[in-house]
């Protein structure tokens, strides 16, 4: 089992950065994939960004690629999410989550109680 711990979150002006953390507990860590979601209000929860486990493979959504950066510490049982160029409408609540397939389209497991991020123009 994976407990998952997200961090970082905050108020920025548009344009701005933010690094979210993903700590999650277990010694398996570095077998799972993780990826960020993230829900705004009224809205359905939609996909950020997702990292294989050894953090080879990266995938991003379209309104994020060239912004965003997923990465991995598997020494520190953390992944990370570099937010650069953050818009208004990145503001949402971000969600980290692990799963141990690699096959795309899979449900991930285990979900994290969210970290706010809010952008303002």
């Known amino acids: 089992q994976v407990q998952l711990v997200e961090s970082g979150g905050g108020s920025v002006q548009a344009g701005g950065t933010l690094r979210l953390s993903c700590a999650a507990s277990?010694?398996?860590?570095?077998?799972?994939?993780i990826g960020w979601f993230r829900q705004a209000p009224g809205k359905e929860r939609a996909f950020v960004a997702t990292?294989?486990?050894?953090?080879?493979?990266?995938a991003y959504g379209d309104s994020v690629k060239g912004r965003f950066t997923i990465s991995r510490d598997n020494a520190k049982n953390t992944v990370y999410l570099q937010m650069n160029n953050l818009k208004p409408e990145d503001t949402a609540v971000y969600y980290c989550?692990?799963?141990?397939?690699?096959?795309?389209?899979?449900?991930?497991?285990?979900w994290g109680q969210g970290t706010q991020v809010t952008v303002s123009s």
């Open positions: 989550a692990a799963r141990r397939s690699e096959v795309a389209g899979k449900p991930y497991d285990y």
């Open positions: 277990g010694r398996t860590f570095s077998s799972y994939r």
């Open positions: 990292i294989s486990w050894s953090g080879g493979s990266t």
